[in-house]
């Protein structure tokens, strides 16, 4: 018997389905669908990352996820966060080696033009490369005081002789 469940492109799965449920182990478990086990929990939040990769969404996920695991909204909303969470780990993992690799790219753009003699592509490159890499930013001016305050040392006594009173030192 095949699973009952339908897939991402709206077809029927083409897995076997267990001996004692309508559905296979992707789409739920031997216990008649109630609670999934971490590994299939895992297959879920993978699955629903890919879709948030593709582009699908809220709605659509929640859709599916009711289709193919017959979940609620909020589990499907727990799927999403889960799902979130492996991509920003994926990311952090990835992101010294992506700049790394950005940075040997603009090398290799640069190398290419500067052979040629394409002078303008280089300092294109490279300025390209100081945007990346943060070089060229502008300064950012401390507008606070010493003490903290956002006014000129002194201020008050300023203030108090132009209106005529007294200097207070």
Known sequence: ??????????????????????????????????????????IRYATVAEMLIKGLTRPEILRHVKEIWSSSEATADNYISQANNIISESVKKDLDSLKNLAIARFTDLYKRNYTIQDYRECRQVQSELNKTLGINEPKKLDHVSSDKSMSPKGWESWYDRDRGKEDKE
């Open 1 to 42: 018997m095949r699973c009952n469940a339908k897939t991402l492109k709206g077809s029927r799965c083409k897995k076997k389905a267990h001996s004692d449920g309508k559905f296979c182990a992707h789409h739920g478990n031997k216990k008649g669908n109630l609670k999934p086990s971490n590994a299939e929990l895992k």
